[in-house]
């Protein structure tokens, strides 16, 4: 029998019944200080003079670790490196909400959470230059090293957070990935799992508006990825990924309520990236100069000089001093980078197993032998 094709016939079939459903479809977006240096509403009560002073610094030394990065890429002494100009605010805000026992477990643009919680500028020219040694952290011991496979890292953020709910411990996991991460299965599982254990970690979602040359448009059809939340039972918040305090309240809100053992959450942090996805990509080819000269004008660290010039708290000579401040930091860091000599071809096996497997003592054993007769 063939069906009936008339609208009501269908409406007919269709209203079997209704779910109801206890959702609150209501994504909250935070902001404090806009493109132009304005404050709306009252600040958070960590936002003094001096702590907003040391996150701009924080986001300066990110930027010049990157252009010094993207230098060092084009003349041949670094790898392929992922640009995080015009993001500063996000990995800054992160990081600064965390407390030193929390664990990070970062994606390739998060330099200025890296930076903020330890890791120096050296091991961070080092992991860029294909060197394993950057990722042996004098600082942040447990944090994780950078993740390339997109998402694959938020299933181990989840891992960690069981850890700590399995020993009693008071912390939280941090995972910060990318919008196109939020389109991969690994991020879907992350989540749902997350959501069910009610799990401490924290999501952050760095909306840069492109997954390498895919628009977010051609990603999703949500409104929001930080919607994304609600279909496994987690809180989804929308914060200005530009502004460092706008994500750092987020940030410390949701880390609280992890630890109070409320469960996780996901944040979308909206942002841009004014850079290419990586140095291999060249971003004139599938985006307009137009739309990147738009985003210019609310790029994260012109705001937060602009609001602390207002307040009579920087001026020219303070922006000078900083600048060739971080230079000189970065030329010093280039200079021990250059000079670590080659590492050992016995690395590729450190770091995979706490014990290492008989197969693996066999190859490395094999290794040797070839060095040895080399």
């Not at 230059?129 to 390339?148: I, L, M, Q, T, Y």
């Not at 880390?255 to 942090?269: F, H, Q, S, V, Y």
Request: aromatic share 8%.
């Amino acid at each position: 029998m063939v069906p009936p094709t008339d609208s009501k016939a269908n409406d007919a079939e269709q209203s079997i019944g209704n779910v109801q459903l206890d959702v609150h479809l209501r994504i909250r977006r935070i902001g404090y200080i806009d493109a132009t240096g304005k404050v709306h509403g009252a600040l958070p009560e960590f936002a003094d003079t001096q702590e907003l002073i040391r996150l701009y610094r924080a986001m300066v030394l990110t930027r010049v670790f990157d252009e010094k990065a993207i230098a060092l890429q084009r003349t041949g002494r670094l790898g392929t490196y992922a640009s995080s100009l015009g993001q500063e605010a996000t990995p800054v805000g992160v990081a600064a909400a965390m407390r030193s026992d929390d664990v990070l477990l970062p994606s390739f643009r998060e330099h200025g959470a890296q930076l903020w919680r330890g890791v120096s500028t050296e091991e961070l020219l080092l992991f860029w230059g294909g060197d394993e040694r950057g990722n042996d952290f004098k600082g942040p011991r447990e944090d994780f090293p950078v993740s390339v496979p997109v998402a694959s890292h938020a299933p181990h953020a989840v891992g960690v957070a069981l850890a700590m709910r399995l020993r009693g411990e008071d912390r939280a996991a941090v995972c910060v990935f990318g919008d196109g991460a939020t389109s991969k299965g690994d991020f879907y599982e992350a989540i749902n799992l997350a959501g069910v254990w009610r799990l401490p970690v924290v999501f952050v979602a760095t909306n840069n508006q492109w997954a390498i040359s895919v628009p977010r448009s051609a990603q999703t059809a949500a409104e929001t990825l930080a919607q994304k939340a609600i279909a496994a039972g987690v809180e989804g918040v929308l914060v200005d990924g530009n502004d460092v305090v706008s994500v750092r309240a987020a940030v410390e809100t949701a880390l609280a309520k992890a630890r109070a053992g409320d469960g996780p959450t996901l944040i979308e942090a909206e942002t841009y990236r004014l850079g290419d996805h990586t140095t291999a990509d060249d971003a004139s080819r599938y985006r307009d100069d137009a739309e990147v000269s738009a985003h210019w004008k609310s790029e994260p660290l012109s705001r937060l000089r602009q609001y602390l010039t207002d307040q009579g708290a920087w001026d020219h000579d303070d922006e000078e001093a900083l600048l060739a401040d971080c230079a000189a930091q970065m030329e010093v860091a280039t200079e021990a980078y250059l000079a670590a000599g080659p590492w050992s071809p016995e690395a590729i096996f450190t770091h995979l197993y706490a014990t290492l497997p008989a197969d693996y003592r066999d190859q490395l054993a094999a290794l040797k032998r070839e060095m040895i007769n080399d």
